[in-house]
């Protein structure tokens, strides 16, 4: 994700050694920020894809490597615009929409790979909701509001979980109980994120 610096989400990993080292190696190749981003939207719809073929122990494995890269083009898009210098006049662009389709394709995988088509399209909706809600915030001159419960890191700690356990259900049981839970829990846990920021954003305005 391409932030700006006040309105940049709070990523612990982003001052990692691996993630610094790496960020530094696309600034040297000439890889731009914007491009890492667009990368982000392709691991998810091949963890998608592989999700909504098959649940297999090994396909959860490879959403989940799927999942995991996907937000690691999240944390050095930003890194590499702002820590890199190599931000663009449409990186605000770029910060958000492969966001909306990654997350999109991995919750509608979900919905499908379970049976419950209506739950995976219902969960990506608030999960695009929480994101406007969080940019409208912005858009009236408060700081943008990542809190959750479910922010994205939230949505995708949750589908990598599942997938991980989900991979051993499927070979002690037989069962995809995981995935149906953690379908349940991002539509529900976005739900009420909506509320919370929407809630935060109404006092923040009310005390300007």
């Known amino acids: 994700m391409q932030e700006n610096i006040e309105n940049r989400r709070p990523i612990k990993s982003r001052s990692a050694k691996w993630a610094e080292f790496s960020a530094q190696k696309l600034v040297s190749w000439g890889i731009t920020p914007n491009t890492v981003s667009v990368v982000s939207i392709f691991f998810a719809a091949i963890g998608a894809l592989v999700l909504i073929v098959s649940k297999s122990p090994v396909a959860l494995v490879f959403v989940v490597l799927m999942i995991q890269a996907r937000l690691i083009c999240n944390l050095l898009d930003g890194m590499v615009a702002i820590e890199g210098g190599k931000k663009t006049p449409v990186g605000a662009m770029y910060n958000e929409i492969p966001d909306r389709?990654?997350?999109?394709?991995?919750?509608?995988?979900?919905?499908?790979?379970?049976?419950?088509?209506?739950?995976?399209?219902?969960?990506?909706?608030?999960?695009?909701f929480t994101a406007y809600i969080r940019l409208l915030g912005g858009s009236l001159g408060l700081a943008q509001d990542f809190r959750g419960p479910m922010a994205k890191q939230h949505r995708m700690a949750v589908m990598t979980i599942a997938c991980i356990v989900g991979a051993l259900e499927g070979l002690t049981l037989s069962t995809n109980y995981a995935l149906i839970i953690a379908a349940w829990i991002i539509f529900l846990g976005s739900f009420i994120t909506v509320f919370t920021r929407m809630f935060a954003i109404a006092n923040a305005l009310r005390a300007k």
């Open 101 to 128: 389709f990654a997350d999109s394709f991995l919750i509608i995988a979900l919905g499908y790979a379970i049976g419950i088509e209506w739950l995976g399209w219902a969960g990506a909706l608030m999960a695009m």
